[in-house]
């Protein structure tokens, strides 16, 4: 069957084809960002083990401008990271019916997104307690 | 035609084995008329511009699956594509992504078609049933659970949508699973045990990254990116319970 | 040449081809099945049928009813023999879909639902939602993969049919991704490849609707029964001609013409009613329907579009929720197609080309006139639509002769032996330089739209819903000239990978021979019948000459030459087809008489 010379097209530079794409690999690469902070997090944690003055050594690094700059951009990474996260988080659900009726993805979404401002807030302002 | 006729430029990726080693871009001139598809636009540079542009299309209302393909990057059914949301810009065709092209627009399908066979996509009776005892009974409700997954027409708009897939030609895809999952819910059917094996294997669901843009082009709302990650936890609760089950999971 | 040597080879992998192969295959597996189809089985036409396929169903029901609901459908033209066998065995066949997995609607109590629909006295309609041809094509075509004997052929056109010591052995088919050709060898052949209603402009139907199967058979002596009944359906989307299922009509949408007027009243279908009500109004018969149109048409009351004369299927009142449950397809439609959405607007209607009653001529148990040659489907005639096909028979049809035919022909091929390889294979050979010679022989200027255009405008203008001598005699006139025409085409494609335009090529000489037999025995039928209406002086039904079937033998490269055959009546005489209140009045001076005497 030579007569058939079948083309198969190359998948280079696949993720710059479409926007929904490049808007998968952005989501994906927020999780090097969530990864990095969690690193910085972790850091904390081990210089509180180490004193009070190692760990205020840490919170003093946080303050520098790099650091500030820094953990904007992280920030803005997890914020479209939640989003993502929720936003996909449907198509990992089992199909649910509640009083007869299915549960639609939108609620899903909406229920994450809210849980996840409530929780934001509720652990800023007990941060904020904490540190006054 | 009318007189003022109104010109569209579609541009297409044109494929022939016997005389070309790789496709190569023609552009022809088709008549605009408002309400016209893609698909007609095709069937009129075949008519009367160029007889050696092949495609395949058959039913013109998006229930046959046949004429999928790229429109302006985008898996598209031709014939529920409309020029009037192009014109008077240009218009690119090719054949859908990730499929080798045998010809101008027609891509391998049988190659989905053997994967979709080999997967058990029948009823698997829970019970059997003589006939006269009539029809197995399914409540309204039983048979909304899976009546969305059935509703695929196999255009393998999803696979051209998914670029594991497109990385991965063994990749199972989100299009069969949903199929797979509209047996497995199915009130009637007893055989999901049978056909858990392809769906744990990494090629199986595990191959899919929830990248979500097969359920956005699917052209009949199935959501396929639901049922292939739904089958995750499928996956993974099948994989500790094996040692429970009389070890026929893993079949 | 490749030679694959089948015991039963099935052209055509649509409901009726794959119903008669997983029959076939059942019935002796150790039999050896070639499933061909010029596309993947999932392609085929059956996919897009909407409204249902019927089944005598009801404890109030009975198989009577559905008998005489058919057979005044068909306006006496049925084989009433065959129409029994056919309304016992519907309902086994549904189930046996069910059991397959086909996802009937169903009732809150779990059992099927059945639906409303033209012409029958009572609900008996089994559907799945408004997709019913697809859900039962994807079932078919899902089962079918059990069977390790079905081998499939997809993507191979046949070009013509093996004939030898009087038999038919075997078919030549078009491997369509090579250009090569395939000589499959069988003791039995079973054409199911559907209709052809591309022989008209405006249609509901696929580009692959181009009766092959009956040119094939046509070609080699076996004649074309009852081809001038063409359905026109009442409800298609103007331009395209897509189909709006008569289902709309069953769920209670209401036909208006431009003053909003429910105007099937106008012409014994009345009294009209806000609920549907059997057998009348909408839910009269397709014939009656298309012809009011016309009618409407004629006196100026159908509404002006850009693509023509429309009316308005108004399904408005019928509300979102229940338009969402039983409609989808529909609702999706209207508003991808017309940007209407008929929760709020209503739909623009109009009749066009769907079905063809006639086809392959077929007894009782799907076998044609030559030995070893089975159809079934719409390409074929058994004899159960007569002169005009009640919606919902056809998908019950596909599976109750599917099955019918797949058993004889597996009996038959059990019964022969193939006679004569040899000779066999030289016919293959002299098959395969005609074919070629297709697009060979393609030196000359006439373009394949080109034909085809002229044809479907002729067909239209000469076998509308209404016809007269002189338009039909012009078609045959310009029929003719097409043929003459087709032998100097002008084909762009000398390739053999995937070359669709020598498969168009091909498929054209096949519409060109069907439609001269369509125009022929129109013209040779002096009398108006069921869906073939005539206004030149023969607008009466004439039981005492045409009380019979056409039949269409072919002369070659001539013209078809008309005979007529005897309509085999059992227990219903010819009567008056009413409807509506009409209807009902008869129907009850019917059962007066049959109480009064014996029937």
Redesign the interface.
């Known amino acids: 069957m030579s007569i058939r010379q079948p083309y198969v097209r190359s998948m280079d530079g696949w993720w710059k084809r479409n926007a929904y794409y490049i808007r998968y690999m952005a989501r994906e690469i927020t999780a090097v960002f969530v990864a990095a902070y969690a690193l910085v997090l972790l850091d904390g944690v081990v210089r509180l083990g180490q004193g009070e003055a190692a760990f205020n050594g840490w919170l003093q690094a946080l303050k520098t401008p790099l650091s500030l700059a820094f953990h904007l951009v992280v920030l803005a990474t997890f914020v479209y990271h939640t989003w993502s996260w929720f936003s996909i988080m449907p198509i990992t659900m089992p199909i649910m019916f509640v009083g007869g009726k299915r549960v639609q993805p939108g609620t899903i979404t909406g229920t994450g997104l809210v849980a996840a401002v409530i929780t934001c807030v509720a652990v800023f302002f007990v941060v904020e307690g904490i540190s006054s | 035609m009318a007189d003022t006729e109104k010109i569209i430029e579609i541009e297409v990726l044109r494929?022939?084995?016997?005389?070309d080693k790789?496709?190569v871009l023609q552009t022809y001139k088709v008549p605009f008329i408002?309400?016209t598809s893609v698909l007609q636009g095709l069937q009129y540079i075949?008519?009367?511009l160029?007889?050696?542009l092949?495609?395949?299309?058959?039913?013109?209302?998006?229930?046959?699956?046949?004429c999928g393909m790229m429109i302006d990057?985008?898996p598209k059914l031709s014939c529920?594509t409309f020029l009037r949301d192009y014109y008077p810009g240009k218009l690119r065709i090719e054949a859908l992504?990730?499929f080798?092209?045998?010809?101008?627009l027609?891509v391998?399908?049988?190659d989905y078609?053997k994967r979709l066979?080999g997967l058990k996509?029948?009823?698997i009776?829970k019970e059997a049933?003589t006939?006269e005892a009539?029809?197995?009974?399914?409540?309204?409700?039983?048979?909304?659970?899976?009546?969305q997954f059935?509703?695929c027409?196999?255009c393998m708009l999803c696979y051209a949508a998914c670029?594991q897939y497109?990385?991965n030609l063994k990749f199972i895809g989100s299009g069969h699973m949903a199929?797979l999952d509209r047996?497995n819910?199915?009130s009637?059917?007893g055989g999901r045990d049978e056909r858990m094996g392809p769906v744990n294997e990494e090629d199986g669901v595990w191959g899919c990254?929830?990248?979500?843009?097969c359920?956005?082009v699917c052209p009949k709302q199935v959501?396929p990116?639901?049922a292939i990650?739904?089958y995750?936890?499928e996956s993974t609760m099948d994989y500790f319970t094996r040692f429970v089950t009389s070890g026929e999971a893993d079949k | 040449m490749e030679v694959y040597k089948a015991d039963v080879a099935i052209v055509g992998a649509g409901g009726a081809g794959l119903r008669a192969a997983i029959a076939a295959a059942e019935t002796d597996p150790a039999l050896k099945i070639a499933l061909i189809s010029k596309v993947y089985p999932m392609r085929s036409h059956t996919v897009a049928a909407e409204g249902g396929a019927a089944a005598v169903t009801r404890a109030d029901d009975s198989l009577d009813y559905h008998f005489d609901d058919t057979v005044h459908g068909g306006d006496w033209l049925c084989e009433q023999d065959v129409v029994e066998y056919f309304v016992a065995h519907a309902h086994e066949e549904v189930v046996q879909m069910e059991h397959w997995g086909c996802p009937w609607s169903r009732k809150e109590d779990g059992h099927a639902n059945v639906r409303a629909f033209g012409g029958m006295k009572i609900e008996r309609t089994w559907f799945a939602a408004d997709k019913t041809g697809f859900h039962m094509l994807h079932t078919l075509f899902q089962t079918s993969i059990k069977y390790p004997s079905i081998k499939r052929f997809d993507e191979y056109f046949c070009t013509d049919l093996m004939v030898e010591d009087g038999r038919c052995q075997g078919v030549l088919a078009i491997q369509l991704a090579t250009g090569e050709f395939t000589l499959i060898q069988a003791k039995a052949v079973i054409i199911a490849t559907g209709g052809a209603g591309r022989v008209f402009r405006e249609n509901t139907n696929g580009g692959i609707v181009t009766g092959d199967g009956m040119a094939l058979a046509y070609r080699h002596g076996v004649p074309l029964r009852d081809m001038e009944f063409m359905q026109y359906h009442p409800t298609c989307m103007p331009f395209t001609g897509l189909l709006f299922t008569e289902a709309c009509r069953g769920e209670g949408g209401f036909l208006v013409n431009k003053d909003g007027y429910r105007y099937l009243q106008d012409y014994g279908l009345g009294p009209p009613e806000p609920s549907p009500r059997n057998k009348a109004m909408e839910l009269g018969p397709r014939d009656r329907l298309s012809q009011a149109f016309w009618h409407e048409k004629k006196k100026g009351r159908t509404i002006e579009g850009p693509h023509g004369a429309f009316v308005n299927l108004d399904l408005r009142h019928l509300g979102a929720a229940k338009l969402h449950e039983r409609l989808p397809l529909i609702c999706e439609l209207a508003e991808e197609f017309l940007g209407v959405d008929p929760v709020h607007t209503p739909i623009p209607v109009l009749p066009a080309v769907h079905y063809t009653m006639g086809g392959i001529l077929a007894d009782g148990k799907t076998a044609s006139s030559l030995p070893g040659l089975y159809s079934v489907g719409e390409c074929s005639s058994v004899g159960i639509h007569g002169a005009n096909r009640l919606g919902s028979n056809s998908l019950t049809e596909l599976i109750v002769f599917g099955k019918v035919a797949g058993v004889e022909a597996a009996k038959f091929a059990k019964s022969v032996a193939i006679s004569n390889p040899a000779a066999i294979e030289k016919q293959a050979e002299a098959a395969r330089l005609r074919a070629l010679r297709v697009v060979t022989q393609s030196g000359g200027k006439e373009r394949l739209a080109v034909l085809r255009t002229e044809m479907a405008k002729s067909m239209e203008d000469g076998c509308g819903i209404y016809r007269l001598q002189a338009d039909m005699q012009a078609t045959c006139d310009k029929l003719r000239e097409l043929r003459e025409r087709y032998k100097n085409l002008k084909i762009d494609d000398h390739s053999k990978v995937y070359n669709t335009e020598w498969l168009l090529g091909i498929e054209l000489g096949y519409l060109l021979e069907v439609a001269e037999t369509i125009v022929h025995s129109g013209l040779n039928r002096k009398e108006s019948r069921g869906s073939h209406q005539r206004l030149d002086g023969y607008e009466q039904r004439d039981d005492v000459n045409f009380l019979k079937h056409s039949l269409a033998y072919s002369t070659g490269d001539g013209a078809p030459r008309i005979e007529l055959q005897d309509v085999k009546i059992t227990r219903s005489k010819p009567g008056t087809r009413a409807y509506g209140a009409a209807g009902e009045k008869a129907a009850a001076e019917e059962r007066e008489r049959e109480g009064a005497g014996n029937g």
């Open positions: 494929y022939r084995p016997e005389q790789e496709p408002e309400d075949k008519d009367y160029d007889g050696t092949s495609f395949r299309w058959s039913c013109r209302m998006a229930i046959c699956g046949s990057g985008k529920k992504a990730h080798p092209v045998e010809r101008d027609m391998t399908v049988k078609v066979e996509p029948y009823l009776p049933r006939l009539g029809e197995y009974l399914q409540t309204p409700q039983q048979r909304d659970r899976y009546m059935s509703a027409i196999n670029p497109g990385m199929i047996y819910a199915d009637r059917d990254t929830a990248i979500g843009y359920s956005v959501d990116a639901h990650n739904m995750k936890i």
